[in-house]
Nanobody, 125 residues
Framework: QVQLVESGGGPVQAGGSLRLSCAASGRTFSIYTMAWFRQAPGKEREFVAAIRRSGSSTYYRDSVKGRFTISNDVAKNTVYLEMNSLKPEDTAVYYC??????????????????WGQGTQVTVSS
């Protein structure tokens, strides 16, 4: 079993930056890809970015391309989401997710079988 713990969220003004971290523990060798999702109040959870554990490939939703960067530190079993030029519409609870089924990068939340508890990001205008 794998446990995921997010950190790094908080309040920030529009145009600012935050870096989220997701620390994995347990059977981390079983995880092939990692992703970040987010969920705003009253909305469905949506895909943000994904990365293979090797870091060889990444995938982003269009609205964050050029602003967000996903990366991982295999030695630390930690995945990061660097968020720049933040906008009020980026406000949401951000969740880290792991996929133990294969090396594919998916934007579907149903392909991920391990989730963290989430960290709140609030961007004020």
């Amino acid at each position: 079993q794998v446990q995921l713990v997010e950190s790094g969220g908080g309040p920030v003004q529009a145009g600012g930056s935050l870096r989220l971290s997701c620390a994995a523990s347990g059977r981390t060798f079983s995880i092939y890809t990692m992703a970040w999702f987010r969920q705003a109040p009253g909305k469905e959870r949506e895909f943000v970015a994904a990365i293979r554990r090797s870091g060889s490939s990444t995938y982003y939703r269009d609205s964050v391309k050029g602003r967000f960067t996903i990366s991982n530190d295999v030695a630390k079993n930690t995945v990061y989401l660097e968020m720049n030029s933040l906008k009020p519409e980026d406000t949401a609870v951000y969740y880290c997710a792991g996929n133990s089924r294969g090396y594919f990068l998916s934007q579907s939340r149903f392909e991920y079988d391990t989730w963290g508890q989430g960290t709140q990001v609030t961007v004020s205008s």
